[in-house]
């Protein structure tokens, strides 16, 4: 991860909050600037929608079972 101020290519996870969205609190040892971090769980809809295309063209039938 960059460090928004200086642009240092290596950052420190000095802590971490897990939930539904996980929280990284991060430190340049460059610059000593601390900032956040958000990873937020995000559905891939890729899938769901390459099975519909397979079945709508023949090639699997009930979700993959044929």
């Known amino acids: 991860m960059f460090c928004p ?7 420190k ?3 971490t909050r897990k ?9 340049c ?4 600037y601390r900032f956040i971090t958000k990873e937020v769980i995000k559905e ?7 099975v519909e295309y397979l079945e709508e063209i ?3 039938e ?3 079972k044929k």
Do not use: H, Q, S
């Not at 939930?19 to 430190?27: H, K």
């Not at 040892?29 to 000593?32: E, F, V």
């Open 5 to 11: 101020r200086c642009g240092n290519e290596k950052t």
């Open 13 to 15: 996870v000095y802590a």
């Open 19 to 27: 939930g539904l969205i996980n929280e990284r609190f991060r430190e």
């Open 29 to 32: 040892p460059k610059c000593k």
């Open 44 to 50: 891939d809809k890729l899938p769901f929608e390459y």
């Open 58 to 60: 023949g090639e699997i």
């Open 62 to 64: 009930n979700g993959g």
